[in-house]
């Protein structure tokens, strides 16, 4: 029990955390590799909090790497979970309603004060800034 909400704090760290980080360190982008998930997490101090006995990171790299790059690493790693079924757990646990969110939105509820365009009824971040819009 008290590993679950271990985790739920993690994964609400890793939402909360590495989109600005992301965003500031790569790039606005779709999908990120491992290796950058990897340096987000570092930068933002965020492995050291993570108990051995909850491999959260897994957590990460649903959120922000693609699903293919997710399946290599679930070849490699001691990985159990489906890349559907974490990205599930991730919406449940920070009510987004749909398992098909994107960087945008995540960014988004870090707290990215940049301009939001609609575009094709999905909410994305324009680039350029607010009074650019």
Same mark, same amino acid.
């Given at each position: 029990?008290?590993?679950?909400y271990l985790k739920k704090r993690l994964i609400k760290k890793y939402a909360r955390k590495l989109p600005?980080?992301?965003k500031a360190n790569y790039g606005l982008h779709q999908y990120y590799s491992k290796?950058?998930?990897?340096?987000? #997490?570092?930068?933002?101090?965020?492995s050291s909090s993570t108990p051995k006995a909850i491999n959260a990171v897994v957590y990460a790299? &649903?959120?922000?790497?693609?699903? *293919?790059? +997710?399946?290599? #690493?679930?070849?490699? &790693?001691?990985?159990?979970s489906e890349y559907a079924e974490l990205r599930a757990e991730i =919406?449940?646990?920070? &009510?987004?309603?749909? *398992? +098909?969110? $994107? +960087?945008?939105?995540?960014?988004? $509820?870090?707290?990215?004060? @940049? @301009? #939001? #365009?609609a575009t094709n009824?999905?909410?994305k971040i324009n680039a =350029?800034?607010?009074?650019q819009l």
């Open positions: 029990m008290f590993e679950q600005q980080d992301l290796e950058q998930v990897d340096a987000g #997490i570092e930068r933002m101090r965020l790299y &649903a959120m922000y790497c693609s699903e *293919t790059e +997710f399946n290599e #690493i679930h070849q490699f &790693a001691d990985v159990n =919406a449940l646990i920070l &009510a987004i309603p749909s *398992t +098909f969110f $994107e +960087f945008d939105l995540l960014l988004t $509820e870090s707290g990215y004060s @940049g @301009g #939001i #365009i009824s999905l909410v =350029a800034k607010p009074d």
